[in-house]
């Protein structure tokens, strides 16, 4: 199936450092979507992403949907330590539908207080 | 708490045994999906449904798995004669669709682990 190529893979921070990860695919989506997940529990939604190159934040989080449609990048600024846990990725292209998410393996976030 | 809901949280089943599991969504929402995440791993497609239609099956769902939405609001699935690959998170979760896409976002509940031994 399709694969979402997200990185880095893991993070170790310091408290307050700005933090980047991104993701890229060799198909087009028409949808970017951001969770976090921490563990055992389910992915949270951070961020929606509907059109090319739109800009979107939630408080310190900023995404953006790559203009080519095939990446997507998340930043988080200032980080505090209940930042830390898995950021996934997630695509949809089933038309309009976009029913069926394909999601990065995920980048494990630790922040050092 | 008007999230996705899901029981159990944790089943501990020995190999063969049959288990089921319960999704409750977002009440409003006509969308319902299953997936599956193991360890390491993003979540992977399992099955959607609209209403209480199934509209699509991963192949990863085998002939031992079933998932139903009888009345287009909860949702079971049941794994039958589990085996120790089966063992993972099944996430569930819903969606309003229709509405512009805005009101397509997939929101997931906490989900179920299994452990098959």
């Known amino acids: 199936g399709q694969q979402l190529n997200q990185s880095p893979q893991s993070m170790f921070i310091q408290e307050g450092e700005d933090v980047s990860m991104n993701c890229t695919s060799s198909?087009?989506?028409?949808?970017w979507l951001w969770y976090k997940q921490d563990p055992g529990e389910g992915p949270v939604l951070l961020i929606a992403l509907y059109k090319a190159g739109e800009l979107t934040s939630n408080g310190r989080l900023t995404a953006q949907f790559g203009i080519t449609r095939k990446d997507s990048f998340l930043n988080i600024s200032a980080s505090i330590p209940s930042d830390v846990g898995i950021y996934f990725c997630?695509?949809?292209?089933?038309?309009?539908?976009?029913?069926?998410?394909?999601f990065g393996k995920g980048t494990l976030l630790t922040v050092n207080p | 708490d008007t999230g996705v809901s899901q029981d159990p949280r944790h089943k501990i089943t020995k190999r063969g045994q049959n288990v089921t599991f319960r999704c409750d969504p977002i009440?409003?929402?006509?969308?319902l999906y299953w997936y599956r995440q193991t360890l390491g791993q993003g979540p992977e497609f399992l099955t959607y449904f609209q209403n209480e239609a199934q509209l699509e099956k991963s192949r990863l769902l085998s002939d031992r798995f079933s998932a139903e939405r009888p009345k287009g609001s909860f949702s079971t699935l049941e794994i039958q004669r589990t085996e120790q690959g089966d063992s993972a998170m099944y996430l569930c979760a819903s969606s309003l669709f229709g509405q512009l896409s805005s009101g397509n976002t997939i929101y997931f509940g906490e989900g179920s682990w299994l452990t098959v031994v």
């Open positions: 997630a695509g949809s292209n089933s038309g309009g539908s976009n029913y069926k998410l394909t």
């Open positions: 009440s409003e929402h006509n969308r």
């Open positions: 198909s087009i989506f028409n949808t």
